[in-house]
């Protein structure tokens, strides 16, 4: 079973940076697909970025510039760095992995099959 945990939330003042981790248990993560989403109060859960084992990277165009996505396969981690950070990026912040890879929209929450417990991210104005 895999097990996916978020790191590196907080509040952070507009403007500011965070980074976020996310660390995998139980399984090797190289050739998935990682996804990182987010979901504010009241709101549905949206895409924020996505890696693909072969390195292709897609990102929403409301962060578009300002979050880079990476990821470490030999520490089995992916890591959502963020800059110029918005009070609407207020969140909380979820991993996510696709163990097939597979074609689906990686901005789809249902092309995934695990997820973290998620990471709160709050920027004041």
């Known amino acids: 079973q895999v097990q996916l945990v978020e790191s590196g939330g907080g509040l952070v003042q507009a403007g500011g940076s965070l980074r976020l981790s996310c660390a995998a248990s139980?399984?090797?993560?190289?050739?998935?697909?990682m996804g990182w989403f987010r979901q504010a109060p009241g709101k549905e859960r949206e895409f924020v970025a996505a890696?693909?084992?072969?390195?292709?990277?897609y990102y929403a165009d409301s962060i578009k510039g300002r979050f880079t996505v990476s990821r470490d396969n030999a520490k089995n981690t992916v890591s959502l760095q963020m800059a110029n950070l918005k009070p609407e990026d207020t969140a909380v912040y979820y991993c996510a992995a696709d163990r097939l890879n597979s074609y689906s929209p990686s901005s789809a929450t249902t092309s995934y099959d695990y997820w973290g417990q998620g990471t709160q991210v709050t920027v004041s104005s």
């Open positions: 890696i693909r084992w072969s390195g292709n990277i």
């Open positions: 139980g399984r090797t993560l190289s050739n998935w697909r």
